[in-house]
């Protein structure tokens, strides 16, 4: 694996690296993957209406794990054997025991995802957030919350790449997946996160 490339402006840490999976390796995995994730189009509420969210998902990880989101509460499902793999090969390289992943599925360019930050309080202080593409290349952007002086940041994020946030990047950052509506295939996307664990002896 080549050594990442690093971008560190203000208030974010972003390490990227372009070739993380073998091309074969990844194909087969989004295809495998494809087929054997129990995705989900949820339905989320905003101001009073709801909403089918424009991908599907699923989240997976250690039993009793929640990511809680909108109005919604996901319950983790167990590691499906290739995302437990990743996961694995991940921990040493981020020195993170991630112990959940959110599965984003891009069925197109229509599908995508609007601005936000990975700063739900379960994730703690200055999460570490591990997120690796499979299929189509899509556009990844990033603006600054505060300081609009700053320009946005844009990845063309490949099948098999691997984009690490760290450092503030969730307190001063928000990012988006744009529509794209030349793109006709699908893309999954996969971001791995330590969730705290709620103390359930109290
Ligand atoms: O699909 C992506 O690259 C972004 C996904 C994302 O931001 C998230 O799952 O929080
Ligand atoms: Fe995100």
């Given at each position: 694996m080549n050594s990442p490339e690093v971008f560190t402006p203000p208030g974010a840490h972003l390490s990227f690296y372009?070739?993380?999976?073998?091309p074969e390796h990844a194909k087969r995995l989004q295809e495998t993957l494809r087929r054997e994730i129990a995705w989900r189009q949820d339905r989320i509420f905003l101001f009073g209406k709801s909403h089918l969210i424009p991908r599907r998902q699923a989240f997976q990880g250690e039993t009793g794990l929640h990511y809680q989101y909108s109005n919604l509460q996901l319950a983790a499902e167990p590691w499906h054997p290739d995302v437990k793999s990743l996961r694995d090969q991940l921990v040493p390289l981020c020195h993170v025991p991630f112990n959940s992943v959110l599965l984003n599925q891009?069925?197109?360019?229509g599908d995508k995802m609007g601005w936000h930050s990975?700063?739900?309080?379960?994730?703690?202080?200055n999460p570490v957030i591990a997120s690796i593409t499979l299929g189509a290349t899509r556009r990844f952007v990033l603006k600054h919350r505060y300081d609009k002086s700053q320009p946005k940041l844009t990845f063309d994020l490949p099948c098999g790449s691997l984009l690490i946030m760290a450092g503030q990047t969730q307190h001063y950052w928000q990012h988006a997946l744009p529509e794209t509506r030349r793109i006709h295939e699908e893309r999954i996307n996969l971001t791995f996160r330590y969730i705290i664990p709620k103390d359930t002896s109290l």
């Amino acid at each position: 694996m080549n050594s990442p490339e690093v971008f560190t402006p203000p208030g974010a840490h972003l390490s990227f690296y372009a070739d993380f999976i073998f091309p074969e390796h990844a194909k087969r995995l989004q295809e495998t993957l494809r087929r054997e994730i129990a995705w989900r189009q949820d339905r989320i509420f905003l101001f009073g209406k709801s909403h089918l969210i424009p991908r599907r998902q699923a989240f997976q990880g250690e039993t009793g794990l929640h990511y809680q989101y909108s109005n919604l509460q996901l319950a983790a499902e167990p590691w499906h054997p290739d995302v437990k793999s990743l996961r694995d090969q991940l921990v040493p390289l981020c020195h993170v025991p991630f112990n959940s992943v959110l599965l984003n599925q891009y069925r197109t360019g229509g599908d995508k995802m609007g601005w936000h930050s990975d700063d739900e309080p379960e994730l703690g202080k200055n999460p570490v957030i591990a997120s690796i593409t499979l299929g189509a290349t899509r556009r990844f952007v990033l603006k600054h919350r505060y300081d609009k002086s700053q320009p946005k940041l844009t990845f063309d994020l490949p099948c098999g790449s691997l984009l690490i946030m760290a450092g503030q990047t969730q307190h001063y950052w928000q990012h988006a997946l744009p529509e794209t509506r030349r793109i006709h295939e699908e893309r999954i996307n996969l971001t791995f996160r330590y969730i705290i664990p709620k103390d359930t002896s109290l």
